[in-house]
């Protein structure tokens, strides 16, 4: 979980340049951290009155959110991943929208269409659901390729092209997308350069029995009742303070062994016999912004390599193609990346 820290806490002053980790000039330091830790604060103790469980999922949208990325969630149905999603939009005051995807969806039912105004001899452009904040898509495998092949674009350029024209897509963007792996029927495998365009990947499972039976109690005191909890639920951010905080995140100080680290990680992954396909540079970049949205909502200024393994498996699993002899071996990728972990120096 983002929120904890391991033995590199204690060697923190390594990673810290009293110099650069509080820019002067910048308008950032300690203050501006505390208020990106206390809207994590916040917005975790929000969710954990209504979700049980998921707080890794939780905590990897809130670093999609400051980086103003997208997150792709595989999992079973019914796990609370549109909830969280939808509660998430509600704290952050941002703009929802939900689709469901489906292999007869065209490119136009997400982007929109240009409609002719006869009266008017004009076309006028209506958008579609990807004009918004935070797009949820729910089985984004179920779109055909072509479908999948429009949202290129808007998660790298953040804009989408009609007709010859470019429209803006709004700030912040970042699209949450899931697809259930065991339920291949009616399904298209996403294409690798539509996997590397989701800075994190994340795998969500069944609830402990605890979680599971904290369910079953809250439903039965009539305390999941989603629609009346959505309606009560104040914002602990508006949006201007969600890109203001973005824009914080980015001054968060990442000194050179750090980077030396990230690099070693991808490099290791590119290198390994279990692995026909390593992380590509976006890989390094999703390290590097990522790593200072978890320094930031830990309450650092600077990034330390713990930061950096909080996202390791998040940032690299989706992007790792295993080779025929460690899936006939049963290797998974989570495996590997264990390994080269365990492997890699920490400086």
């Known amino acids: ?8 806490e204690r060697k923190a002053g390594r990673f810290e340049s009293p110099e650069q ?6 308008g950032f330091g300690l203050r501006e951290i505390a208020e990106i830790k206390a809207f994590h604060d916040a917005a975790l103790t929000e969710m954990r ?13 809130l670093v999609a959110l400051l980086c103003e990325s997208h997150i792709l969630i595989e999992g079973v149905p019914g796990t609370a991943k549109t909830t969280i999603a939808k509660l998430m939009a509600r704290l952050t005051g941002c703009a929802f929208s939900r689709v469901q ?20 001899k004009e076309f006028e452009f209506r958008r579609g659901p990807l004009f918004t904040n935070i797009l949820m898509i729910d089985e984004i495998n179920r779109f055909s390729p072509k479908t999948q092949s429009a949202f290129i674009e808007a998660m790298s350029e953040r804009q989408v092209t009609v007709d010859g024209t470019t429209y803006a897509l709004d700030s912040p963007f970042s699209v949450i997308a899931t697809q259930n792996p065991h339920e291949m029927e009616g399904t298209f495998p996403l294409i690798e350069v ?10 969500s499972g069944y609830m402990d029995p605890e979680s599971e039976l904290e369910i079953i109690r ?19 951010l508006d949006r201007d303070s969600l890109l203001r905080a973005s824009e914080m995140v980015k001054q968060v100080y990442l000194g050179d062994l750090v980077m030396r680290y990230i690099r070693d990680l991808v490099i290791a992954t590119r290198r390994h016999a279990d692995i026909e396909l390593g992380a590509s540079s976006r890989a390094s970049l999703a390290f590097v912004k990522g790593g200072r949205a978890v320094a930031g909502l830990r309450g650092r200024k600077y990034v330390i390599p713990d930061d950096i393994k909080a996202l390791a498996h998040e940032v690299l699993d989706h992007r790792l193609i295993l080779n025929r002899e460690a899936e006939i071996g049963g290797i998974t990728s989570a495996q ?7 492997t890699v120096e920490v400086p």
Do not use: C
């Open 1 to 8: 979980m983002v929120g904890s820290g391991t033995g590199d």
């Open 21 to 26: 980790s509080v820019q002067p000039g910048t």
């Open 49 to 61: 009155s209504f979700v049980i469980g998921n707080e890794q999922l939780i905590e990897m949208i």
């Open 101 to 120: 995807a489906a292999v007869d969806i065209q490119p136009a039912d997400i982007i929109g269409v240009r409609i002719y105004h006869p009266e008017r």
């Open 194 to 203: 539509q996997r590397d365009r989701f800075m994190l990947g994340l795998r």
């Open 218 to 236: 809250r439903m039965g005191e009539g305390k999941l009742e989603f629609s009346a909890k959505y309606d009560a639920l104040d914002p602990v």
């Open 336 to 342: 590997v990346i264990d390994e080269i972990l365990e």
